[in-house]
């Protein structure tokens, strides 16, 4: 069987680190012709991820530094990144930011920050990336969101709030582009081992595990190998759908 992403070309937002990271990586082995590597601040990370891309046989990288919330920066990413490796078949909207705080505690700028990277960012980049898939009449727009969304733990009610916005905004996209030949669906992961866990389990404790059924975190691979095929033709007929992958955390 052919590698799943045999000859398509995918940019991921928020792919220096942790589970964008292993998304980039995920989108490589499976057989992408180039891969986009989406950061805002960390160029060296985001350049290594590039390069262990392209120590593999075939593989083709591109670091974009760019704020996902700027309109004109995302849209000189798009076009780089096209100008330099070819059409955009995917793009994962994962870069996202978490600051974990009781409401009454969270500064206004603090909150609204977390609303603009993991909602506004996304839709930001998606008019940026969804004109040229409607023109090719093919692509597949990937929203990551979280288990937050429907089961938040403390301290997360903006990014639970922006997370659920991410879902309802595939449903909507997913309606408005499905003639046009592009895919929109949403990744909804559950407690994954990344630097961005480290502040929910330092406010909740061992409570973030206990509330696994499998009583275990995951690692990034395992989510990375299921956005990866929400990006493939083999999910050619999922679209509006929002894929839980949390080791049962949601009906735990």
């Known amino acids: 069987m052919s590698p799943l992403l045999e000859g398509k070309r995918v940019v991921v937002t928020g792919a220096s680190r942790g589970l964008g990271r292993a998304i980039a990586l995920a989108c490589a082995r ?28 075939g593989g083709r990288a591109l670091a ?42 969270s500064d206004v700028e603090q909150l609204r920050a977390q609303l603009e990277t993991n909602l506004l960012g996304p839709m930001v980049c998606a008019r940026a990336v969804l004109p040229g898939m409607m023109r090719r ?10 288990v937050a969304a429907v089961r938040p733990a403390r301290g997360q009610a903006a990014y639970a709030a922006a997370k659920g916005g991410i879902e309802a905004l595939t449903r909507a996209l997913a309606v408005e582009y499905a003639k046009k030949g592009v895919r ?51 999910a050619a007929y999922v679209t509006g759908a929002v894929a839980t992958v949390d080791g049962g955390y949601a009906v735990g």
């Open 184 to 234: 929109v669906v949403c990744l909804r992961p559950g407690a994954i081992d990344t630097e961005m866990l480290g502040a929910t389990r330092a406010l909740a404790g061992d409570e973030v595990v206990a509330r696994v059924p499998q009583r275990r975190i995951a690692a990034p691979d395992e989510v990375a190998g299921y956005a990866a095929f929400l990006l493939s033709d083999r």
């Open 64 to 105: 974009l530094g760019f704020d996902v919330t700027d309109a004109a920066a995302a849209a000189a990413a798009v076009e780089r990144f096209e100008a330099e490796v070819g059409p955009i078949d995917g793009w994962v909207n994962n870069a996202g930011a978490v600051a974990t705080g009781l409401l009454v505690a």
């Open 30 to 57: 499976e057989g992408a012709a180039g891969v986009g590597i989406g950061y805002r601040e960390r160029a060296g990370e985001a350049e290594g991820v590039a390069r262990a891309i392209e120590a593999q046989p």
């Open 137 to 146: 009449r093919r692509g597949v727009l990937l929203n990551v969101s979280s």
